[in-house]
């Protein structure tokens, strides 16, 4: 399993990167790669295309229905209604309840008009795995203003397909039972740290600091920490700084383009 970062920025896009969205991929045994999009926020649909054809993604899951994580599902539309090669059968989308409506409200679908055809919508069900070729996806509802979701994906490990591995995505969360369950012994957790110690801290239930989600991976016994979800007016460094004060694991920073091989 791989894990390439398509856009990591915070809240909106950055000077140098797209908002929140990641490619995970697997071979199964027969070699065909399937591919599972977590977001697709502002400014990523155009970055995804360095890494696949968005003909050929398999299921996209949405954490929350906050633009910078499914603003581009939008442009999406387009490519896959007006793209000579036409895809044969719609993508998968999985996100909060409420997801279809939204997305049909953000395109701007006419009376009458559906997206049938490119996208079939359904709902998270908290408990419930979803199984994509190789991949296992379990969703866990996590701590956000609005309904959002942290994502565990279970597959086969690149070094030895026999082995499985876990990869753990937090999506916007600030600390919770939920997240804690989603990152339990995961090879890698990918986790916002949108929020400085010190200067948001009368900011509760919405975003983690880098401290927080440092405490997220030691509770849940993470081996590996990536921090991601930095919005453009914070340091990175400082988040770093926050998450290796409390977390001994590996610990590294999203940045676009980089591969996470388990």
């Known amino acids: 399993m791989r894990v390439t970062v398509v856009g990591c920025a915070g809240s909106f896009p950055g000077p140098t990167s797209a908002a929140s969205s990641y490619l995970v ?18 400014g990523a649909l155009g970055p995804l295309q ?6 050929d993604l398999d299921v996209i899951g949405i954490s929350h229905l906050h633009p910078d994580h499914v603003a581009d599902i939008s442009g999406l539309l387009v490519y896959l209604r007006y793209h ?8 998968e989308i999985i996100g909060p309840f409420g997801t279809a409506s939204r997305l049909g409200e953000a395109y701007g679908l006419e009376p009458g008009e559906d997206m049938s055809a490119q996208f079939t919508v359904s709902v998270w069900q908290p408990g419930r795995a979803v199984r994509v070729g190789p991949l296992e996806l379990f969703p866990t509802a996590v701590e956000h203003p609005v309904p959002a979701y942290a994502v565990r994906i279970t597959g086969p490990s690149e070094a030895d397909p026999a082995q499985p591995v876990t990869f753990a995505y937090s999506g916007d969360s600030d600390e919770c039972d939920g997240l804690d ?6 090879d890698v957790l990918l986790c916002e740290a949108s929020f ?3 200067r948001d801290d009368d900011v ?5 600091t880098g401290r927080r989600a440092g405490e997220t991976a030691t509770r849940a016994g993470a081996r590996m920490l990536v921090l991601t979800h930095i919005p453009a007016w914070n340091d990175p460094a400082d988040a770093l700084a926050e998450a290796r004060a409390v977390y ?3 610990l590294g920073l999203a940045l676009p383009g980089l591969v996470i091989t388990l």
């Open 50 to 55: 360095l890494y696949c054809d968005p003909i």
């Open 84 to 91: 000579p090669a036409r895809r044969a059968g719609a993508i």
């Open 25 to 42: 991929e697997a071979d199964d045994a027969e070699g065909r790669t399937w591919r599972v999009l977590l977001d697709l926020g502002n």
């Open 181 to 186: 369950e989603a990152a339990r012994n995961a």
């Open 204 to 208: 509760r239930g919405i975003h983690l």
């Open 248 to 250: 001994g694991g590996a």
């Open 196 to 198: 400085l110690e010190g």
